[in-house]
């Protein structure tokens, strides 16, 4: 079950890894896109993505959700952080 907007999906391994600050990613449901997406995604770490997943789950808005909708366009066009 995802939303449009939200934290990238971990897989099981990967997900059992995580504790303290970086576990609250799971407060909220996975989304199709996200701001680790339209913030270069390949070209960021592991630690990066953990960041941002954080920073997205403790400041949400509805505001942001819309700016990461209207980015994610243009960020899957010019192929930003794609490999």
């Known amino acids: 079950d995802m939303s449009i907007v939200g934290p990238r999906p971990f897989v099981p391994h990967e997900s059992s890894e995580l504790d303290g600050w970086a576990a609250r990613r799971f ?3 996975p989304g199709i896109t996200g701001l680790w997406q339209v913030s270069g995604s390949n070209d960021l770490s592991t630690e990066d993505l ?6 997205y ?9 819309l700016k990461i909708m209207l980015d994610t366009p243009r960020t899957m066009v010019c192929g930003i952080g794609a490999y």
Do not use: G, K
């Not at 953990?50 to 920073?55: A, F, T």
């Not at 789950?57 to 959700?65: I, M, T």
């Open 27 to 29: 407060a909220v449901r």
């Open 57 to 65: 789950v403790s400041s949400w808005s509805f505001w942001w959700d």
């Open 50 to 55: 953990h960041h941002l997943d954080h920073l």
